[in-house]
């Protein structure tokens, strides 16, 4: 099998490992370009680019899909027979599409066609969602639209789990049922099937604004799943003491929050 992948933070790094440790190497992976990051604005590269570069792997890494003749490129590779997309986190124009018709799978970290878009792992666990998984799908038009590979539930209580923790479960999930999934694909013996509209649910990109607490105010359970979900990025926070603080982690005792970290803008982390 010879396929593109397309993808670059942590959660697609993984999923690119799992396919590699199963001998599943990529002609070509697609991520974003280098990056700076972090207060001093060092020069990063995507976590896939570093996963690719390692098994020597050969990395592209467009500021925009508009640019350049791709069907030339893919062309070039030659007997390319399907494409990953996992958390590339750019749409994927009509043009790229057509040069593998239906053969573009997206793997998205929830149960589609609930959580469609850029938080589905935020959204279920701000929610109190009980359970969730991984889809594999065929990339469409459409965010997270199409017909659906194959879908897996994650085993573990969602309702204790972080963003981080959670998503790295699910990407590991992805990438063993892309292993157990693509060869079967690319041989005919799964048939797509539509998802179903009326369940379909949509997710934003959550804001700062959007990460602030009010611990007077705010519901307690609330509250606590929103620091599970919403950290690293863009931040649990509220105001303590006349500081911006982080709210790092916290839990429900009797019904009542307790912070167990937190950050004083301009100092370190510490435990309550």
Not at 9 to 19: G, R
Not at 25 to 43: E, Y
Not at 248 to 268: C, N, P, S
Request: charged fraction near 30%; include cysteine; hydrophobic fraction near 40%.
């Amino acid at each position: 099998m010879k396929y593109i992948f397309f993808g670059s933070p942590e959660f697609a790094a993984i999923i690119l490992e799992k396919l590699i440790s199963a001998d599943y190497i990529p002609a070509v992976a697609v991520c974003n370009p280098d990056r700076p990051m972090g207060r001093k604005k060092v020069i990063t590269a995507p976590s896939t680019k570093i996963v690719a570069e390692k098994h020597g792997i050969r990395v592209w890494q467009p500021e925009s899909l508009g640019i350049g003749n791709w069907k030339l490129e893919i062309n070039k590779l030659g007997g390319i027979d399907f494409a990953v997309v996992a958390a590339y986190a750019k749409i994927i124009p009509k043009v790229i599409l057509d040069t593998l018709p239906a053969k573009f799978v997206g793997v998205h970290p929830s149960l589609l066609p609930k959580h469609r878009g850029a938080s589905p792992i935020q959204t279920a666990i701000l929610k109190g969602d009980e359970l969730t998984g991984l889809t594999l799908y065929l990339i469409d038009e459409k965010v997270d639209h199409g017909p659906v590979l194959a879908k897996r539930e994650l085993n573990y209580e969602l309702r204790i789990m972080n963003y981080e923790k959670t998503q790295r479960k699910l990407a590991n999930l992805g990438g063993d049922l892309l292993v157990e999934a693509l060869p079967k694909f690319v041989n005919g013996e799964i048939k797509p099937q539509p998802q179903n509209e009326a369940e379909a649910t949509y997710t934003k990109k959550f804001t700062t604004e959007d990460a602030f607490v009010d611990l007077e105010k705010d519901n307690p359970v609330e509250i606590e799943r929103k620091i599970r979900a919403l950290n690293p990025e863009p931040g649990a926070w509220t105001m303590l003491n006349g500081k911006r603080t982080k709210l790092l982690e916290a839990e429900i005792v009797d019904k009542k929050l307790r912070l167990k970290k937190i950050q004083a803008e301009g100092k370190t982390p510490v435990f309550l």
